[in-house]
């Protein structure tokens, strides 16, 4: 019997987020490989009309269970709504991006089926018609070769902007299997009340993946203006040193050091800001550290990925408008 | 076994005891394991925050208990009087040599046969353990429990009548309010509290609070069905990541170099 | 001289007056008794020296020459003046008295005491002069106790001067030959031609004003500060004799015991009790204190008065329950409020730097900072009460033992590539370098480390560090009340010391180099410690290091509490900076008047959010000196000054350097 490679194609407010599509082409090279089949499960209220775009990244069938009650993401509706359709499909291998749903969804399938499931994968292979799950432990400190020998479906959850997004082939296209999960309102135990977004000022500094910092060097509260366009830009939050907020230029809510926040973004452009212990014991753990200072002993050049010896003032409205050139392409 | 009693809110909080996130981490070579010698311990960041949000919710009402449940070998007793000394009342120690190797599924199997012969109204554990980083166990344990779960919480709010949970879910860009219905399981997310610093007042109490030992047979599982044995996902190797580029300075007339970071940004580091 | 009802008067008024005074003295040394106890009657020698020094000759009130003089000559007044009084009750009670009986030298001694009645009137009115009219910050107005006192003490020696002059202007005796005042005021009395009753009845007056005076100063005295009288001369005697840098050590091992720290005011010992009879709110402390002059809540001088009202408030209640047990008495220790926290305020709490200005300049050896770090004692260990920056501080010492929570495999990283032995590597080596947290971890230290290898190499010193199995000394720890994670470290630091039989170290901290020298002992760990300028001195001197010659120019050397007050080195630093070929630009304030640059007593990890900035304020004085270079010995006073320069824009025109690496910088290479 093949190995079906099945794939929950997450979508939001009627589009499927990018990661769907970069687990959905690498589900098609998985199951190319295991010479089997690729599906798609998905999920949600009014979706039937996009299901059938995923033919087009190798998806054979697209599984859709379409219900009122599944409008938002609820751990019991859409546990219940693709576990119907794994009983109906039976995939050797379940693949999602592992976003806040795919964490959540992930844990709760893997339970329910008694299999093992391996999170935030960064690699994935086939190995003696197994899926070997590459991913991180102990915060990207070891690299982890996972397999589940015997349950299935041996569930990954893939990591965003890892994988590559294939090039849709418009000939192909893929059969629309309606699923009826007979979904109720009552069985779900959770409720979505509302939805309170962060706007760009008010994103906890703590939870920001990009933050643009500022230092003694600004020199005042208005010349933050060039971060905050930077981190617009960026998508990102703007921080402060200790020296920027007790000068009164940030409020303290901002200031990231040890005395104020921890952070651990996935960029952190350190701008101004001579790098004093105190202050890197706030942002070391940064997956990657840009410093623009004039200062070239500046400590933080030490543990900056990249550093820039020049007048921040210079140098940052440049980064700005590169990086808006960059994300509009 | 689920309370029920309207106006005493029992809290089970589960925590693990994991290297120190500043440890340096070395894979023993041959195995698919770490270097352990030379490795400090400490109570899950994460479980931190579950244990002092149960200490809030006790102190709040005034009544009830909170017990806290750990699955590790010997020295795991050390966090769990940690948490004691924080103000916990007691704990459960899974210790077994066949708990070893646990993989999200057995853990959370271990941790359900546990929780079945304690009384709880709201289970609580971090969103991940910062070891294995898989984020599963609290989901699993629910979903094995039969009841709901909420993850990656930065508020937890109880109704008066002690039957449902407000909490403030953590999504991208966004809080969603959920309401859960009680017993549920809730992982914490860093943001939900300020963790208490035990005092020695409480570190010399927690010295005579219990720490219940159980093992595999006590909780009614074989061998078979539990540690790298009952795992359904199996680490098969570990390797170091590939070595981080040493940190360097960009050359260049400032706006020639800024040009070069965007780019080294994209193709080199691929975050925008 | 007075009649048979005069007499009586007279005797009841002494009764009732000794009467009450030993009723208000023994309730006071009640209260005294409820103190813990504390032994403080070794090296007697030691202690008579200081009393003599400090009471008799009133040495330590010279440290502010006008006052101090005017104190002593009040001082020496009341003492010429006791057989004085005797007499003048005597010659009351009994006819003719004399406590001379007749002999010459009482002429003597009645003329000396003329001398002192006019000193005491100048000293006091002096002292009232200052107090109303120059008001400096140090004393608290109004108050009425000094007004009361100022008033008393005048009218004493114009009653005496002015009685004797009326007693002069009827007749005079071979006793008053040198009695110079009362002769000149005499002089004026007889020329007024006024009846000699008149005479008479003016010296009666003064002679019952003044006994009257002195019965009720009697009574007065232990009412209010002014029971400084008593209790200095005990005070000097108990001053503390262990090195100022010890705090005490709790034993925390005691299962009898129920709480830790202070949290009432009985949980002080005796002689913290005897502090707060001592102190006459002078001041000095206060003027020195770099929280009061930053204004935070905190001075010391409020500190010592407030605890002191709070001991007589609260005092009646406390003896109560020494009596018989009963529920009363539980309830009555019960409603006596806590200390820290509520009549002393958290932000005074933990506002102290623990930079030891107020005990170095109290005069009569009270002991102000030690007070405070037993309270957060209490607060950190009963009840985890402390400001939440500190949280981090503590766990990271537990898990890391470094305050910023690096990794402690890394504690070497900064030698990496330096060719620097670990001891396990040089078990030989005949000195430790005890690189401590900053100078391993802190990327400016790192490079005071670096230097002091550097001349530790020049020299041909055979040294080691102890690498990764170094771990924080635990000062900050211990300065912030968490004196259970402090005996955790010092212990396991003593265990790793005596385990490479280490007998020398020598440390660039002063703090580490303050508890590895004064602390350590009481845990088991005995060795020579040196700081690194003392070692940069003696290589110096000896000449294992050769310096370039010629003038460097000047410098402004900004001495470090724990390494200054603390440990009494002054000079060798500006040793090694002179041969270095510096001129030290002397600052208003430094030696044991130096000002604190802010970050001791854990403060280093705290936010300060009141007032102003303690690091600013030092800088700013010693910038305004006009130097271009600052000399430090400390990787927090460096941090903080280096600091302090930013923040005053002078960033660009003045550098702040260790002595380390300005030593380094001009070692002739050989």
């Known amino acids: 019997m093949a190995d079906n490679v099945l794939v929950f194609a997450e979508q939001r407010e009627g589009k499927f987020r990018k990661v769907a599509l970069e687990a959905v082409s690498e589900g098609k090279r998985l199951a190319d490989k295991l010479g089997g089949e690729l599906s798609a499960a998905v999920i949600g209220s009014g979706v039937e009309g996009i299901a059938g775009s995923l033919g087009a990244y190798g998806a054979a069938k697209v599984y859709v269970v379409d219900d009122p009650a599944l409008e938002s993401y609820t751990s019991d509706g859409y546990a219940k709504a693709l576990c119907r359709i794994i009983k109906d499909t039976e995939p050797s291998i379940l693949l999602m991006g592992c976003t806040s749903t795919g964490r959540d969804l992930g844990p709760k399938v893997a339970a329910r089926m008694g299999t093992g499931l391996a999170a935030d994968c960064t690699a994935l292979d086939v190995k003696d018609g197994k899926l070997v799950a590459t991913r991180p432990m102990y915060a990207g400190k070891v690299l982890a070769e996972v397999v589940c020998p015997d349950a299935t479906p041996q569930i990954a959850t893939v990591r965003p902007n890892v994988f590559s997004v294939a090039e849709p082939d418009e000939s192909l296209s893929a059969e629309i299997v309606k699923v009826d999960a007979e979904m109720s309102p009552e069985e779900l135990r959770t409720r979505v009340r509302e939805v309170i977004r962060a706007a760009g000022a008010t994103i906890d500094l703590t939870e920001a993946q990009i933050i643009v910092s500022g230092g003694r060097g600004m020199g005042g509260a208005e010349k933050f203006k060039i971060l905050e366009e930077l981190a617009e830009a960026l998508g990102g939050a703007v921080g402060a040193s200790r020296s920027a907020v007790d000068a009164g230029w940030r409020d303290h809510q901002f200031q990231v050091g040890q005395t104020g926040k921890t952070v651990s973004p996935v960029l952190y452009i350190a701008c101004g800001i001579s790098g004093a212990i105190q202050h890197l014991a706030g942002m070391k753990t940064s997956k990657v550290i840009v410093a623009v200072n004039k200062d070239p002993e500046a400590p933080i050049f030490k543990v900056a990925d990249y550093g820039i010896v020049a007048d921040l003032f210079e140098v940052v409205p440049i980064l700005t408008e590169e990086a808006k050139k960059l994300l509009a392409e | ?272 | 001289m007075l009649g048979i009802g005069g007499k009586i008067v007279l005797l009841l008024c002494i009764a009732a007056s000794v009467g009450l005074f030993l009723r208000a003295v023994i309730f006071r040394v009640r209260l005294l008794r409820l103190g813990k106890s504390e032994p403080r009657f070794d090296r007697v020698g030691d202690r008579l020296r200081n009393f003599v020094l400090n009471v008799c000759f009133q040495k330590s009130l010279f440290e502010r020459p006008f006052p101090g003089l005017m104190h002593a000559l009040v001082f020496w007044g009341f003492v010429a003046f006791l057989l004085a009084t005797i007499n003048h009750v005597g010659e009351g009670l009994m006819e003719g008295f004399s406590i001379f009986f007749g002999a010459r030298v009482g002429a003597y001694y009645w003329g000396f005491v003329d001398l002192f009645g006019v000193l005491v009137l100048i000293g006091i009115l002096a002292l009232a002069f200052r107090r109303y009219v120059l008001r400096p910050d140090c004393l608290t107005l109004p108050s009425t106790e000094s007004a009361v006192i100022i008033a008393l003490i005048t009218s004493l020696m114009v009653t005496y001067i002015l009685g004797e002059a009326f007693r002069m202007a009827i007749e005079t005796t071979a006793a008053d030959d040198f009695r110079f005042a009362g002769a000149f005021i005499a002089k004026g009395l007889a020329s007024t031609g006024v009846s000699k009753s008149a005479l008479n009845a003016g010296f009666l007056v003064c002679w019952w004003i003044h006994i009257l005076a002195i019965l009720f100063f009697l009574v007065y005295i232990p009412q209010s500060k002014h029971t400084h009288l008593l209790a200095c001369p005990f005070n000097e005697f108990f001053l503390s004799l262990k090195p100022r840098g010890e705090l005490t050590t709790l034993d925390l091992e005691d299962e009898e015991a129920e709480s830790f720290g202070v949290a009432k005011i009985n949980e002080f010992t005796w002689k913290d009790l005897l502090d707060l009879y001592s102190c006459i709110e002078c001041g000095r402390c206060q003027d020195n204190c770099p929280a009061h002059l930053s204004e935070k809540p905190l001075t010391p001088k409020g500190l010592i008065v407030d605890l002191k009202h709070h001991l007589l408030e609260v005092g009646p209640r406390l003896l109560q329950k020494r009596g018989e047990v009963s529920a009363d008495t539980q309830q009555a220790e019960d409603d006596v409020p806590t200390l820290p926290s509520n009549v002393i305020s958290d932000d005074t709490l933990w506002a102290c730097t623990t930079c030891g200005a107020c005990v170095e300049h109290c005069p009569i050896c009270i002991e102000q900072m030690p007070k405070i770090v037993d309270m957060r004692r209490y607060l950190v260990l009963m009840e985890s009460k402390f400001p939440p920056e500190a949280v981090a501080v503590f766990k990271n010492m537990e898990t890391n033992s470094n305050p910023w929570g690096i990794g402690w495999a890394e504690r070497a990283d900064w030698a990496k590539e330096l060719d620097v032995k670990k001891i396990s590597e040089n078990p030989d080596a005949e000195i430790l370098f005890w690189v401590g947290c900053s100078g391993a971890f802190d990327e400016r230290n790192k490079r005071v480390s670096t230097a002091l290898v550097k001349i530790l190499k020049a020299a041909g010193v055979n040294f080691a560090i102890l690498g990764e199995e170094e771990k924080c000394c635990g000062d900050s720890a211990r300065r912030l009340g968490n004196e259970y994670l402090f005996q955790m470290m010092a212990q396991e630091n003593v265990e790793t010391l005596n385990k490479y039989k280490v007998k020398k170290i020598v440390a660039t901290c002063p703090h580490g180099f303050n508890t590895l020298k004064n602390e350590y002992p009481r845990f088991g760990g005995n060795y020579e410690v040196v700081h690194h300028t003392q070692l940069i001195a003696d290589l110096i001197r000896s000449g294992k290091i050769k310096l370039k010659g010629g003038s460097s120019g000047a410098l402004a050397y900004h001495d470090s509490c724990y390494l200054g007050r603390y440990n009494s080195v002054y000079d060798e630093p500006r040793e090694a900076l002179k041969a270095a070929g510096f001129s030290v630009t002397p600052l208003d304030r430094q030696y044991r008047s130096s000002l604190c640059c802010g970050a001791g007593g854990g403060r280093m990890w705290l936010e300060e959010t009141i007032g102003t900035r303690i690091n600013e304020m030092r800088t700013k004085e010693i910038v305004e000196k006009g130097v271009e270079l600052i000399g430090t010995a400390c990787p927090f006073c460096l941090t903080m000054i280096e600091d302090g320069v930013k923040e005053l824009d002078k960033a660009e025109s003045v550098r702040t350097r260790d002595l380390a690496e300005i030593v380094a910088d001009r070692l002739v290479e050989s």
């Open chain 2, 1 to 272: 076994m689920i309370c029920g009693k309207e106006d005493v809110m029992n809290v089970v909080v589960l925590v693990k005891q994991v290297p120190d996130t500043e440890a340096k981490i070395e894979v023993k070579p041959g195995t698919a394991s770490i270097v352990t010698e030379t490795i400090t311990y400490v109570v899950n960041p994460y479980d931190e925050y579950a244990v002092e949000e149960a200490l809030r919710i006790k102190e709040k009402l005034g009544e009830g208990e909170v017990t806290i449940v750990g699955m590790g070998p010997d020295k795991a007793t050390e966090a769990l009087r940690t948490c004691l000394a924080m103000g916990a009342d007691k704990a459960v120690h899974l210790n077994d040599d066949a708990f070893a190797g646990s993989d999200s599924y057995a853990a959370a199997l271990a941790l359900s046969k546990a929780l079945e012969g304690l009384s709880y109204d709201l289970v609580l554990c971090g969103k991940q353990a910062v070891d294995d980083d898989n984020a599963a166990v609290g989901i699993e344990l629910a979903e094995l429990l039969g009841i709901p779960h909420v993850a990656v919480v930065t508020k937890i709010e109880i109704s008066e009548d002690k039957t449902k949970a407000v909490c403030h879910r953590e999504i991208e860009g966004a809080s969603e309010v959920v309401e859960t219905s009680l017993p549920a399981v809730i992982t914490a997310q860093k943001g939900l509290n300020e963790p208490r610093y035990a005092s020695l007042k409480g570190i010399m109490q927690a010295k005579r609070k219990p720490i219940d030992a159980k093992d595999a047979a006590s909780l009614g599982l074989s061998a078979e069905q539990v540690g790298a044995q009952g795992s359904r996902a199996k680490i098969v190797s570990m390797t170091p990541p590939p070595p981080r580029p040493a940190g360097r300075i960009v050359p260049g007339e400032p706006a020639e170099a800024a040009r070069e970071v965007v780019k080294l940004l994209r193709d080199e580091a691929k975050i925008i």
